[in-house]
């Protein structure tokens, strides 16, 4: 939907999507390439214009987003750069390595979460974003672990790799 809204809104003319390699505090992650597979599947009806990069994959250890765009960016100087997160993560900032920096190498675009502090009012009036479900990543694997059905909530391209994978399921 992010993604979708982003492109249509004219905000960006494409969407990149970077899954994190190693993520940096430690979360436990499906395999790299599955998550990109999903990804590619998730977005293939947005066309050309969404692209899976691998980046992250290319560097050994923890994934870092200030590493990330510094590599973009010296990869591709034609490009300007926006930055998409939750409202949420704003409130996390102080845990990112070198939040600051990374706010003078990249526009962030917030988007705004139901139930999370922060998303009500609008962070930015003149620029509004709509206000996305109240649904966490972390809810739709633990949902999957329960065997429930989570089809309203994942693209059907997703949803057909974590089936064929047998990813996210308890036991």
Do not use: C
Request: a negative charge.
């Amino acid at each position: 939907m992010v993604a979708a809204w982003i492109l249509e809104s004219g905000r960006a003319d494409e969407v990149w999507l970077v899954p994190a390699a190693h993520h940096a505090f430690g979360k436990a992650l499906a395999p790299f390439d599955a998550r990109v597979e999903m990804l590619r599947a998730a977005f293939a009806p947005l066309g050309a214009r969404v692209r899976v990069s691998e980046i992250e994959n290319e560097r050994e250890g923890v994934s870092y987003t200030i590493d990330t765009v510094e590599t973009l960016r010296a990869r591709h100087p034609e490009h300007t750069w926006l930055l998409v997160v939750g409202t949420d993560i704003l409130g996390e900032r102080t845990k990112w390595k070198e939040w600051d920096r990374l706010q003078t190498l990249v526009t962030l675009l917030p988007v705004r979460r139901a139930g999370v502090n922060g998303s009500e009012p609008d962070p930015d009036p003149a620029h509004p974003t709509p206000l996305f479900p109240d649904i966490s990543s972390t809810q739709i694997r633990e949902r999957i672990a329960r065997g429930e059905d989570v089809s309203g909530l994942v693209p059907a391209g997703a949803l057909s790799v974590v089936a064929a994978r047998k990813l996210y399921r308890s036991g």
